[in-house]
Nanobody, 124 residues
Framework: QVQLVESGGGLVQAGDSLRLSCVASGRSISSSSMGWFRQAPGKEREIVAAINWIGDTTYSADAVKGRFTISRDNLKKTVYLQMNSLKPEDTAVYYC?????????????????WGEGTLVTVSS
């Protein structure tokens, strides 16, 4: 079992930056891929970024490419999402998740564990 706790969300203005953190407890996540997803009101959950087990391969959704960066520190059991140049359309609840394998996975169905989420609100 893995428990995930996200933090770092909040209310910011367009153009600002935030860094989300996701701390894992329970079994080790060092051999698992990780992902950040988001869900806006009335919309389906979507992939934001993903990272493989060692952190040398990442994926960013087109909507956030060049603005968001995913990283991980396996010793700290933590995954980060650096979000720069935030836009109102980035407003959503952001979730981190543990992948079922060590390989990069961008599908919600490929995740085994989910956090409760952290709300990011970007005002214009």
């Amino acid at each position: 079992q893995v428990q995930l706790v996200e933090s770092g969300g909040g209310l910011v203005q367009a153009g600002d930056s935030l860094r989300l953190s996701c701390v894992a407890s329970g079994r080790s996540i060092s051999s698992s891929s990780m992902g950040w997803f988001r869900q806006a009101p009335g919309k389906e959950r979507e992939i934001v970024a993903a990272i493989n087990w060692i952190g040398d391969t990442t994926y960013s959704a087109d909507a956030v490419k060049g603005r968001f960066t995913i990283s991980r520190d396996n010793l700290k059991k933590t995954v980060y999402l650096q979000m720069n140049s935030l836009k109102p359309e980035d407003t959503a609840v952001y979730y981190c998740a543990v992948g079922r394998t060590s390989l990069l996975d961008i599908s919600p169905g490929g995740m085994d564990y989910w956090g409760e989420g952290t709300l990011v609100t970007v005002s214009s």
